[in-house]
Antibody
Framework: EVQLVESGGGLVKPGGSLRLSCAAS????????MNWVRQAPGKGPEWVSS????????YYLDSVKGRFTISRDNAKNSLYLQMNSLRAEDTGVYYC?????????WGQGTLVTVSS | IVLTQSPGTLSLSPGERATLSCRAS???????LAWYQQKPGQAPRLLVY???LRATAIPDRFSGGGSGTEFTLTINRLEPEDFAVYYC?????????FGQGTKLEI
């Protein structure tokens, strides 16, 4: 079964850091571009970052550039998002999603709450 | 690229046809436009990619169309499970923006 499982979310104070992980199974992880997408409470999805199969192409949403870093470990079938200098507006559910003509596979999400 | 969806809310009955619109502020490269369905507490589900191609296991009552800056999602013969929020997304040029959504309600 194709599956993505996120972890690492939680409550953090403004200015703090978190590292999200996404474990992939059921498919050849190294063959797919991967993405992080977030969704603030009551809002629509917002694309955050994308990383190609061999890290050649990495893109970020402008508002997270310089604060977030996406990475992957193809040997461990894992995707990561290092989030630093967190702000209240970063609060939301963070999903990892597999890209192949649209985002066809999503995880269940992990909740990040930035609050003092 | 800014994606603007209309209407914000669409009220219809089972059996009717729904037409959702997604307008882009500039042409979507390669027609790389996707539609998603989202229900409360769930992740979005891919319905259509490439503007008009149905994703795996999506019923044929869902159809996508359009090109350039104007795209539509049509849902024929609405079923009770189709009432949800729908989003378009362009994945042709980063940042891969989403529209603000259309809520389809009974």
């Amino acid at each position: 079964e194709v599956q993505l499982v996120e972890s690492g979310g939680g409550l953090v104070k403004p200015g703090g850091s978190l590292r999200l992980s996404c474990a992939a199974s059921g498919f050849t992880f190294s063959s797919y571009t991967m993405n992080w997408v977030r969704q603030a409470p009551g809002k629509g999805p917002e694309w955050v970052s994308s990383i190609s199969t061999t890290n050649t192409f990495i893109y970020y949403l402008d508002s997270v550039k310089g604060r977030f870093t996406i990475s992957r470990d193809n040997a461990k079938n894992s995707l990561y998002l290092q989030m630093n200098s967190l702000r209240a507006e970063d609060t939301g559910v963070y999903y990892c999603a597999r890209a192949a003509a649209g985002l066809g596979v999503w995880g269940q999400g992990t909740l990040v709450t930035v609050s003092s | 690229i800014v994606l603007t969806q209309s209407p914000g809310t669409l009220s219809l009955s089972p059996g009717e046809r729904a037409t959702l619109s997604c307008r882009a502020s500039q042409s979507v490269s390669g027609n790389y436009l996707a539609w998603y369905q989202q229900k409360p507490g769930q992740a979005p589900r891919l319905l259509v990619y490439g503007g008009s191609l149905r994703a795996t296991a999506i019923p044929d009552r869902f159809s996508g169309g359009g090109s350039g800056t104007e795209f539509t999602l049509t849902i024929n013969r609405l079923e009770p499970e189709d009432f949800a929020v729908y989003y378009c997304q362009q994945y042709g040029s980063p940042p891969y923006t989403f529209g603000q959504g259309t809520k389809l309600e009974i």
